[in-house]
């Protein structure tokens, strides 16, 4: 099974950016469908972006026009771009990964946290 590793989490202002990347020990990177979650405190996890195996990506009302999904199939990892930081943004990270008939697959996360 897959295994993912979250990196690039941390403490940033408002307004501030970061760039979460997420790599996946698979030789088969590229049939993986791709995503990342976060859970606040007392809330649910929820779909921040996704990213398909074709490069069809889709995002949360929430982050749109903020934060970028992309992936590199070559390096076997898929990054999240996140700019114009709001506090309401802080949360754990999860990278997600799934394929067709095969299990799904959550990474340990990484915390985000937005505060001046």
């Known amino acids: 099974q897959v295994q993912l590793v979250e990196s690039g989490g941390g403490l940033v202002q408002p307004g501030g950016s970061l760039r979460l990347s997420c790599a996946a020990s698979?030789?088969?990177?590229?049939?993986?469908?791709m995503a990342w979650y976060r859970q606040a405190p007392g809330k649910q996890r929820e779909l921040v972006a996704a990213?398909?195996?074709?490069?069809?990506?889709n995002y949360a009302d929430s982050v749109k026009d903020r934060f970028t999904i992309s992936r590199e199939n070559a390096k076997n990892t898929v990054y999240l771009q996140m700019n114009s930081l709001k506090p309401e943004d802080t949360a754990v990270y999860y990278c997600y990964a799934d394929r067709p008939l095969g299990p799904k697959t959550w990474g340990q996360g990484t915390q985000v946290t937005v505060s001046s």
């Open positions: 698979t030789s088969i990177f590229s049939i993986y469908n």
């Open positions: 990213i398909t195996n074709g490069g069809k990506t």
